[in-house]
């Protein structure tokens, strides 16, 4: 969450005060009872699905970024590993259980939900199938379909960590091939 994107936070949680200082932008203190707040990041995950050629997509039901593609995944849970997540959110929102997958990489990410803008940082993994497992959108998608490398429409992917991400991805493992997707 950013303090320069949102609405001024002009009390103290703890003890009410107004004399609260920004002494940076990713915290504030209480000058009354010495309270501390940081605003990290949130993590992130999501999973590239791919299967012969092909990656899976979900298209988003709600906001933000509804209607457009996104791939599995999701925020981290307290107490949760990252792979953990991967998992739980792959099968939350597709009904599939992910038993092998790799980490690829991250991109730090801008996630508005109802007029707050949240940091996170998205962790990206890989999961292949050498047959497309069976997948019934759930949960944050309202459907999932299978895109060929060159048919990725970058511009599509609902927000610009997973295009980038997406984007590396087929560069790297399929050079000539998915570096050249519209």
């Known amino acids: ?8 936070i002009t009390r103290c949680p703890q003890c009410g005060s107004e004399a609260l200082t920004w002494p ?3 915290h504030f203190t209480c000058a009354d009872c010495g309270f501390v707040l940081y ?16 990656i899976l997509f979900g298209v988003r039901k709600h906001e933000p ?9 999701g925020f981290v ?7 953990e997540a991967a998992r ?20 730090p990410n801008k996630y508005r939900y109802r007029g707050i803008e949240y940091d996170t940082l998205d962790l990206i993994f890989l999961a292949r199938w050498d047959e497309a497992p069976a997948v019934k959108a759930a949960d944050d998608l309202e459907d999932a379909l299978w895109v060929s490398h060159d048919a990725v429409e970058y511009d599509k992917i609902g927000f610009s960590s997973l295009s980038r991400a997406v984007r590396r991805y087929l560069e790297a493992e399929y050079p000539g091939e998915g570096g050249s997707c519209p």
């Open 39 to 54: 605003l990290n990041i949130a993590a992130a995950v999501a999973v590239i699905m791919e299967c012969r050629g092909k």
């Open 77 to 83: 849970d307290q107490g949760e590993s990252a792979e």
């Open 1 to 8: 969450m950013t303090r320069e994107s949102n609405a001024p």
């Open 24 to 26: 940076s932008p990713k």
């Open 65 to 73: 970024q509804r209607g457009m593609l996104d791939l599995p995944g």
């Open 88 to 107: 739980r959110e792959v099968q939350e929102e597709l009904g599939v259980a992910v038993h092998d997958m790799r980490y690829l990489f991250s991109f």
